[in-house]
């Protein structure tokens, strides 16, 4: 049994870095006792210890492992519209989530309904409330696996190809227990700023003037503090917490067209003190807002274009999670198939991906990057395993997946990446996702290059996406002349940006890496360059406009 | 008016099979609350405003400029505001406590005329378009929210009412040619605004915490849960025919679950519901301690029960249990939506001036009554959701149907709203029940009614004549859009033998053929009355409801055994039944260091 010790941990908030920092160097080495000081902890292992040893149903076979997690969330939300509060949610809810697994490492119970039973448990560290709401889900659960294990042995009996690697891995069990987290956050102060944000498009001067365009204007502040608990019958015994809060901006407006145009802008931290301060939140609206009316006076863009198009890091950093997120995990793959993984890059296995001047690393372990605080970081992950920086991509040779306790051909251990939502069970998922390029170009660079290229094809113009909306489509699109001259064109999608497309079209990307963090289910960040493409298609959307108002707004 | 009810949406659900997991409802940190007088005059002034405003320029061409669109023909915002508060506790611990507030418009729209507009036939729901509104007295704020939900409101009418007279036009005369919206008087009534709700967080979180502490004398108990919703709300109403209306609805409900599994694997629950019009009126501590004792006693007693064996003689139904048979069965079936439309039952169409129940009985829906006896009775209300005043309605008259719950929907012979007009804020207000009374001229003492049973269990032959207690009304254990939404679902039926015995409890037992056959086979009732509270879901949404009846004595009653689940109580005992915790691995090791 391995002991994490605390003090190696950067914790998130700075107030819990220090909390943890002084406290673990007195005690380095946590153990099953000091856990048990915890009376949540406490309830886990003794349900825990019981159901591990009596849990039986006669004539079938005792669980061989079982995991009790255990969140508790605080939140608060709070959200405007046009400059007025309409309200804030504050929840504290703790939800339990008991896996229990039949048969053994090699093949148990898990795959659909054997993976685990949510339920909700007591605020209060009563031990008997805790523990009952877990008795209930153990049974549950058991009862679960028993009849998920019996179908999987029928199953495996239709097929011919044996599975290619086990169902659980065997890990080390760690003790680490990090400080609970608490939410902290001003709540009415909140929710004024809110308003006020949500009424710039009335309240600042330099855009006032178009406020009637303006159908939507929102803002919201989010917080969140997360606590888990986890212990599981290996020995493992984990408390950890995490805090997110983000701050958003948005308004839309029709073009004379009916085409529906929106802006949004967010910030996001691990403590408030990360997020921006009002004023420099206020500016950033009101770019947004005044981008507004540019966009409604902006040209349609030309029917289709192929030729070189330019990402900026901001755009390149939600490409790439769109391509590579989902690819570079590793999930089981379908019974009595020799395929290693799922995916687009099921079959990629030390293959080549992407050019050989892009690496890709994912290292939860990064808490910062140039002062920006990552969303997706941790130390431990949500089955106890420690988190790995894991060389996904080296020379755009793909070289490892990023896998939790579910094996797959090759990856016999977990490398610290399974990950789970509130209340959810886990799954592979990225932390923090570094793409970096080999002698990157600055942004100039990059911008002569493009213009270069349009030069060498005889191209009247070529594209330059600054930020994107939906997938594959961009908010901000320029269109830039023979001369360098930028001109914003509305109503565009993106095609042929696909795996494909990284690997053989990836010409050159940037030296800075934008930060982009997501505040999900599961936070994730992903650290990217601007992306510059030999080959990309850019054309009309062809989205239905809708009608524009029907009456003008109030006064 | 619109209703929003905070009751936490993962317990409507058919809960105990799993708690469902969902996020948690609408909760909110207390807003600086304005001067109550104050924020009337803004908020319905700026409703006004805007509404004659939207009207004026709607459809008038000039707007933007492009092709002429049709004018609404009637518009109305429905505005509730509502603060509340929601206390979750279950094995002893708390689970939730939230408050907050919250202001929800909904905006109709008409389009056409009232003999043909954009809600007819299957279109009704497009009438609504739902929204949250600012808090507070912000008018730009306020009026540019409505001007958003209006907008897009009136697109989706045009758009639906363009459907209609397209389908008009291809399909054959319907049966009940009725217009679409009945012609009304405006109403005008500027009640009072409802304060901020009240409720000691602290001293309720404990008291909810000593609830659910009951059940751990009940080891069979598996999963129970206590849960206090509070909600003061102020509902405003504006329309184009020119009603203004303010008025206040308070209400506390806290309700009860208790949870078991038989031997055999039949799911088996209790729930038992207290309302008052604040925290204040409900029961005291010792007397809902007491309550939770008797239904752990219950669930306990109906785990051993024997199931039920199919039968066919005369049974009792309790003042409570009659009450919910009353509502489910009946009540329902009297709304007026229900006979129009090629989907409904329409059961009682042809019915007027008709017998449907003994002659002995009356029944009438009267939502302004808000006490029977000491009780509170939740369905009350002032004004209905479209603005029309509450009034009581004589349903059915010595046994004889007289007419429908109406909304401002016709139907055939009747062409007005009779103030039952009623939804769940986000929804088309249908006809809906508030108060259903039952009343008898038949009565005699409950020893006499049983007394009845057993002769006429004797009279058919029968060993014994049954008695439901209990018995639950769809909606607490149907999803809100399951189709059987009225069934009515017997928690606890005794046997009661004609030989003397014992009465005997049994488990299982559910009602077969048409439920309404067994109300005309009502030979008698009991001389005390029984309140039902609760909450009612149907198409228009949830909304607060009573029944109110005597006990029944029913001539035939067909039961059968409920299709009951295959699987098994719980293995180990819930911790809370072991004499002391079994001691952890470290604890036995003796190594606690």
Redesign the interface.
């Known amino acids: 049994m391995i002991s994490l010790c605390c003090s190696k941990k950067i914790a998130a908030a700075a107030w819990i870095c220090t909390a943890i920092t002084a406290s673990s160097l007195l005690a380095a080495q946590p153990t099953r006792a000091d856990a048990e000081k915890d009376p949540v902890l406490k309830a886990m292992l003794t349900e825990l210890d019981r159901n591990m040893s009596q849990l039986q149903l006669k004539g079938f076979q005792k669980p061989f492992f079982i995991q009790y997690r255990v969140e508790d969330v605080e939140d608060f939300q709070t959200k405007a519209e046009f400059g007025a509060s309409e309200g804030s949610q504050r929840n504290h809810e703790r939800v339990a989530r008991v896996t229990v697994r039949v048969g053994d490492y090699k093949t148990d119970s898990s795959g659909g309904r054997g993976d685990g039973v949510p339920m909700l448990a007591g605020l209060d560290g009563d031990p008997v409330a805790i523990r009952s709401a877990l008795w209930t889900a153990t049974d549950q659960a058991y009862k679960n696996a028993l009849a998920a294990y019996a179908q999987k042995q029928a199953e495996l009996k239709q097929v011919q190809t044996p599975p290619q690697a086990d169902d659980f891995s065997h890990e080390k069990a760690i003790v680490s227990l990090a400080d609970p987290a608490r939410l902290a956050v001003d709540e009415g102060a909140w929710a004024e700023r809110i308003s006020r944000a949500s009424g710039l498009y009335r309240s600042d001067a330099s855009v006032s003037a178009s406020q009637r365009e303006v159908e939507y204007s929102t803002a919201s502040f989010h917080g969140r503090a997360t606590t888990t608990w986890l212990v599981t019958s290996e020995g493992t015994i984990l408390r950890k917490s995490a805090t997110d809060y983000q701050e958003t901006f948005a308004a839309g407006t029709q073009a004379a067209d009916g085409m529906r145009l929106d802006r949004s802008y967010v910030t996001s931290g691990t403590s408030v003190a990360e997020l921006e301060p009002e004023a420099a939140f206020a500016g950033h609206a009101v770019d947004e807002i005044r981008s507004l009316s540019e966009l409604r006076n902006a040209p349609l863009v030309e029917e289709e274009y192929h030729g070189p198009l330019l990402l900026s890091a901001d755009a390149g950093a939600d490409t790439l999670h769109a391509l590579l997120a989902g690819a570079v995990t590793a999930t089981r793959p379908r019974m009595g198939t020799e395929a290693r993984t799922n995916g687009p890059f099921a079959s990629s296995y030390e293959a080549r991906v992407l050019p050989d001047f892009i690496s890709v690393v994912d290292d939860p372990g990064v808490k910062t990057y140039e002062g920006k605080s990552l969303l997706g970081a941790y130390d431990v992950d949500d089955e106890g395993v420690p988190a790995q920086a894991v060389n996904l991509i080296s020379q755009g040779r793909l070289t490892s997946y990023l896998i939790g306790r579910e094996p797959v051909k090759d990856f016999p251990q977990s490398n610290g990446h399974g990950r789970a939502g509130i209340s959810g069970g886990p799954r592979p998922s990225i932390g923090v996702l570094k793409v970096s390029a080999e002698s990157g170009l600055s942004d100039d660079d990059l911008n002569r290059k493009l213009t270069d290229m349009a030069k060498e094809r005889g191209l009247k113009s070529v594209y330059y996406v600054a930020t994107m909306g939906g997938e594959m489509t961009p908010r901000l699109l320029f269109r830039i002349g023979a001369d360098g001259k930028r001109e914003l064109v509305r109503g565009a999608v993106l095609g042929d940006v696909d795996t494909r497309a990284l690997r053989s079209s990836l010409e050159a990307a940037g030296k800075e890496l934008w930060v982009s963090n997501f505040f999900g289910d599961v936070p994730t960040t992903v650290l990217a360059p601007a992306l510059l493409l030999d080959d990309a298609t850019v054309k009309r959307a062809n989205e239905k406009n809708e009608k524009l108002p029907f009456y003008p707004p109030p006064e | 008016m619109p209703y929003k009810s905070w009751f936490p949406s993962s317990l409507r659900r058919f809960w105990f099979i799993?708690?469902a997991?969902s996020?948690?409802l609408?909760?909110?940190?207390a807003?600086p609350v304005a001067a109550a007088a104050q924020q009337t005059a803004v908020l319905l002034d700026v409703m006004t405003t805007?509404l004659h405003?939207?009207m004026s320029?709607?459809?008038n061409g000039s707007?933007?400029g492009?092709d002429k669109?049709l004018s609404p023909y009637f518009l109305s915002y429905s505005v509730s505001e509502a603060s509340y508060v929601s206390i979750r506790?279950?094995?002893?611990?708390?689970?939730?406590?939230?408050g907050?507030?919250?202001?929800v418009a909904d905006v109709q729209v008409r389009v056409g005329d009232p003999k043909l507009d954009n809600t007819h036939g299957d279109h009704r729901a497009s009438a609504v378009n739902n929204l949250?509104?600012?808090?507070?007295d912000?008018r730009?704020?306020?009026?540019?929210?409505l001007?958003?939900a209006t907008?897009s409101g009136?697109?989706s009418a045009l758009d639906n009412f363009l459907r209609v007279k397209t389908e008009a036009q291809v399909r054959a005369k319907e049966e009940d040619t009725s217009p679409d919206f009945s012609v009304e008087a405006p109403q005008t009534h500027i009640g009072s605004v409802a304060p901020p709700v009240v409720v000691d967080r602290t001293a309720w979180e404990k008291r909810l915490?000593a609830l659910t502490l009951v059940f751990?004398e009940f080891p069979d108990v598996?999963?129970n849960m206590a849960v206090l919703t509070a909600q003061n709300e102020t509902d405003y109403f504006a329309s184009s025919e020119g009603s203004r209306i303010v008025t206040p609805h308070t209400q506390a409900r806290l309700v009860v679950f208790a949870v078991t599994r038989s031997e055999d694997g039949m799911d088996l629950f209790r729930d038992q519901t207290f309302e008052a019009e604040t925290v204040d009126g409900l029961p005291r501590q010792a007397d809902l301690e007491a309550a939770m004792r008797e239904l752990g006693k219950s669930i306990e007693a109906l785990r051993k029960a024997p199931v039920t064996e199919p039968f066919d003689g005369p049974a009792i139904l309790s003042g409570r249990a009659a009450a919910v048979f009353f509502h489910e069965v009946l009540g329902h079936r009297l709304e007026g939506q229900r006979q129009r439309g090629d989907e409904e039952g329409q059961t009682f169409t042809k019915d007027i001036g008709q017998d449907v129940l003994p002659s002995f009985l009356s029944v009438a829906d009267d939502p302004t009554r808000t006490r029977f006896g000491s009780t509170w009775l939740s369905g009350s209300y002032e004004y209905d959701d479209e603005g029309q005043k509450a009034r009581r309605v004589d349903l059915i008259d010595d046994g004889v149907l007289k007419t429908f719950l109406m909304s401002r929907l016709p139907i055939a012979g009747f062409g007005t709203s009779n103030g039952h007009g009623r939804a769940e804020t986000g929804h088309v207000p249908t006809g809906r029940q508030g108060n259903l009374i039952v009343t008898s001229t038949k009565t005699v003492p409950e020893s006499e009614l049983r007394k009845q049973l057993i002769d006429e269990a004797k009279k058919q032959g029968k060993p014994y004549g049954l008695y439901f207690e209990d018995i639950s009304s769809g909606f607490a254990v149907t999803t809100r859009n399951s189709p059987q939404a009225f069934q009515v679902i017997p928690l606890v039926v005794w046997r009661v033998y004609v030989d003397g015995r014992p009465d005997e409890l049994v488990r299982g037992v559910s009602i077969v053929g048409t439920p309404l056959a067994a109300m005309k086979r009502i030979e008698a009732t009991g001389d005390k009355s029984e309140v039902f509270n609760g909450e009612c879901g149907a198409e228009s949404g949830t909304i607060p409801v009573s029944a109110v009846a005597p006990a029944m004595l029913v001539s035939e009653m067909e039961t059968q055994r409920q299709p009951q689940g295959t699987?098994?109580p719980?293995?180990?005992a819930?911790?809370?039944a072991e004499t002391q915790?079994?001691l952890?691995?470290?604890e036995r090791k003796g190594d606690?260091?």
């Open positions: 799993a708690f997991i996020p948690a609408a909760c909110a940190v807003f805007e405003r939207a320029l709607l459809g707007a933007t492009d669109q506790a279950q094995y002893g611990a708390l689970a939730d406590s939230s907050g507030r919250a202001r949250e509104l600012p808090l507070g912000d730009e704020a306020l009026a540019r929210s001007w958003l907008n009136y697109s915490r751990r598996y999963q699987a098994r719980p293995i180990l819930i911790p809370s915790s079994p952890t691995a470290t606690a260091q």
